[in-house]
């Protein structure tokens, strides 16, 4: 059958390789509190805990997990230590007081300090001369490029403080500011200042409100703040750093021919001009319940402006080979507003709850940097990047060639635009953007956009008696996803199983109206990112649905019990989508610690939510 890849014995491997992990988790906290005089009081408090990880795993010489890799193999060993110390102390003294029955204020300061630390050690050794002696003194080789160790440490210091007034329920104002200052960045941008403030109006507290009888409470609010973001993997981020590397930077500096230095290779580039991420954000909001508190209304509309985005950078390769340092870009705005409405009430024995929410949002990247035709791209795959983020656009726009269907016949491989030697009848037909008769990288343009026009979600409850039954409901509109899964399936590319598309909607010959081109072992062409990869992800999906029988507390109270309840569960039973992959709702990569949104709603395979059902039993004593 051709080039076939040779398994390993997977329960031979699952009884004799070895992957241990040993956990000791202490946890400790405590808080101290004092009332000098009534509305006054001081509090300090103390988190703190010790974490130690063991990791310990063994390859003996007699099986293995690598594809194509024959037994004996060279056995091997990694063991990683961890040790993790972290702390948080918080110090506040908060003053209350009342003013002629009307008047509530409260204010607050304080000043926090948080701390962590973790030492790390990892020995990888192999070729051992007996299985039975796993150690590391038992091995023959130790790995010096995969023996490590290192130690991260990071610190969050905070003064903060906070006012809050209320007028008889009607008016409420409060503001605040905090000054943070986190180790991630330099001493001279250390410290960032955000300030934030909000007010509310419960408007049924007004006199003209009274006569309003269906509307039982009813509040208008508005705020405006900034918070900052300082979470970045990189906890050295300002620093460069230098690492001694004997294969690579070691040298025979005074030519002995025996006897070498050790030097240092650059290991990171260091930024000693970030700081911190800031959200500014401003929103208005109205609180509504009417008709006895049947009705529920909540609107948020809001603005977030995200400025002085951190991230990663790519830098010339004439700097040198090293970690890039994340730096300050740009700024990002998200608009929109989210609606929830909640309706409750009771026919005779029947009781039912209705909520929906619905939500909209539109993404738009103000600026990167001075250039408007700066562009950040996401992450290669077998493809090159599939999604670039520029101004004016949204986040993570996919970018790349319009398909235009498949060529039907010659007549139109006459007329199409000539990509190279591959324009001939049945194969792909791109779209000209430019206009000048041929395909290029200068015809790649916007070719979708992964940011949903709306979600949604619905809650249905219904009882009636002893009977209980919910259902939930979630799902997105209008987003498209890049089904990267087709790179595989539908084209010629590495060996195993294709799509019912290849073989069945392939071009085969003149005049065809196909969805594929035709097959052809020697085509590279035809897998270029390309709208044929875009999807409409659009779904909605029950997310979960129980029946719920109460037994009456008639038999309960015999049985010497408070409540019993037997339940049936359903979750993930059913998806409504047009979207071809193994599952619409695709999150941020996750291969990754860095830039995930630079390379959203691109399907990789992801393992899809798994539907279960449960029986289940609730007994109250």
């Known amino acids: 059958?051709?080039?076939?890849?040779?398994?390993?014995?997977?329960?031979?491997?699952?009884?004799?390789?070895?992957?241990?992990?040993?956990?000791t988790n202490l946890l400790s906290n405590g808080f101290m509190e004092y009332e000098p005089i009534k509305g006054l009081k001081f509090k300090t408090s103390m988190n703190g805990e010790i974490l130690r990880t063991k990791y310990f795993f063994f390859n003996p010489s007699s099986a293995t997990i690598a594809l194509n890799t024959p037994t004996p193999t060279t056995a091997v060993s990694i063991r990683q230590n961890f040790e993790n110390l972290s702390w948080l102390n918080e110090n506040t003294v908060t003053y209350n007081t009342t003013i002629n029955d009307d008047h509530k204020l409260e204010l607050l300061g304080g000043y926090t300090n948080q701390y962590f630390r973790q030492e790390s050690t990892q020995v990888q050794a192999d070729t051992y001369s007996d299985d039975r002696l796993p150690t590391i003194q038992g091995a023959i080789n130790i790995n010096r490029g995969a023996t490590v160790s290192g130690v991260q440490e990071w610190a969050l210091t905070s003064f903060l403080a906070r006012a809050t007034y209320n007028y008889k329920g009607k008016y409420l104002i409060n503001a605040a500011i905090r000054r943070d200052?986190?180790?991630?960045?330099?001493?001279?941008?250390?410290?960032?200042?955000?300030?934030?403030f909000s007010v509310g109006m419960r408007l049924t507290e007004l006199a003209f409100m009274k006569d309003l009888s269906f509307i039982n409470d009813l509040k208008v609010r508005g705020g405006w703040g900034k918070t900052g973001n300082q979470l970045i993997p990189n906890v050295y981020n300002a620093y460069t750093l230098f690492t001694p590397n004997p294969d690579n930077n070691a040298y025979d500096i005074g030519g002995s021919g025996n006897a070498i230095a050790t030097g240092f290779d650059i290991a990171q580039f260091g930024n000693t001009n970030g700081r911190w991420e800031t959200n500014t954000s401003t929103n208005v909001g109205v609180d509504a319940s009417l008709w006895n508190n049947k009705l529920d209304v909540t609107l948020d509309i809001y603005?977030?402006?995200?400025?002085?985005?951190?991230t990663q950078v790519p830098i010339p390769k004439t700097a040198g080979t090293?970690?890039?340092?994340?730096?300050?870009?740009?700024e990002i705005n998200n608009s929109g507003f989210d609606l929830n409405v909640t309706?409750?009430?009771k026919i005779g024995d029947l009781r039912y709850t209705i909520g929906a929410m619905y939500s909209v949002y539109k993404n738009n990247v103000v600026k990167l940097n001075?250039?408007?035709?700066?562009?950040?791209?996401?992450?290669?795959?077998?493809?090159?990047a599939i999604s670039v983020t520029k101004a004016g656009l949204p986040i993570a726009s996919f970018y790349g060639y319009i398909v235009d269907g498949v060529i039907k016949d010659d007549a139109e491989a006459a007329s199409a635009p000539k990509f190279g030697s591959y324009t001939r009848a049945g194969v792909?037909?791109?779209?000209?953007?430019?206009?000048d008769g041929v395909i290029t990288a200068a015809d790649k343009t916007i070719i979708g956009n992964p940011h949903p026009d709306f979600t949604y979600g619905l809650n249905v409850a219904l009882g009636y008696k002893n009977w209980d039954l919910t259902v939930f409901a979630q799902g997105v509109q209008g987003n498209e996803l890049f089904n990267y899964l087709k790179y595989w399936t539908d084209f010629n590319t590495f060996q195993g199983n294709r799509s019912k598309d290849m073989l069945y909607n392939s071009w085969k010959k003149q005049g065809d109206v196909a969805l594929l081109p035709r097959l052809n072992s020697q085509d590279g062409t035809s897998q270029q990112i390309s709208s044929y990869f875009v999807e409409d992800g659009s779904y909605m999906r029950i997310k979960n649905i129980q029946l719920t029988y109460t037994v009456p507390n008639s038999i309960v109270s015999k049985l010497k019990l408070s409540s019993v309840q037997v339940y049936v569960q359903g979750q993930n039973l059913f998806t409504f989508t047009k979207y071809k992959g193994l599952d619409p709702d695709i999150n941020l990569r996750t291969s990754g610690n860095d830039n995930q949104d630079i390379h959203m709603g691109i399907d990789e395979g992801a393992f899809p939510v798994a539907?279960?059902?449960?029986?289940?039993?609730?007994?109250?004593f």
């Open 1 to 23: 059958t051709g080039n076939i890849w040779t398994y390993a014995n997977w329960v031979r491997s699952a009884s004799e390789i070895t992957n241990e992990t040993t956990t």
């Open 181 to 196: 200052g986190s180790s991630r960045f330099s001493p001279s941008y250390r410290y960032g200042i955000f300030p934030a």
């Open 303 to 310: 603005s977030r402006t995200t400025s002085d985005m951190l």
């Open 322 to 330: 090293a970690t890039i340092p994340y730096v300050n870009i740009g």
């Open 343 to 345: 309706y409750r009430d």
């Open 370 to 384: 001075d250039d408007p035709n700066a562009t950040i791209f996401g992450f290669s795959t077998r493809l090159p």
């Open 428 to 435: 792909f037909k791109f779209r000209d953007v430019n206009g």
């Open 611 to 620: 539907k279960s059902y449960n029986v289940g039993l609730r007994v109250g």
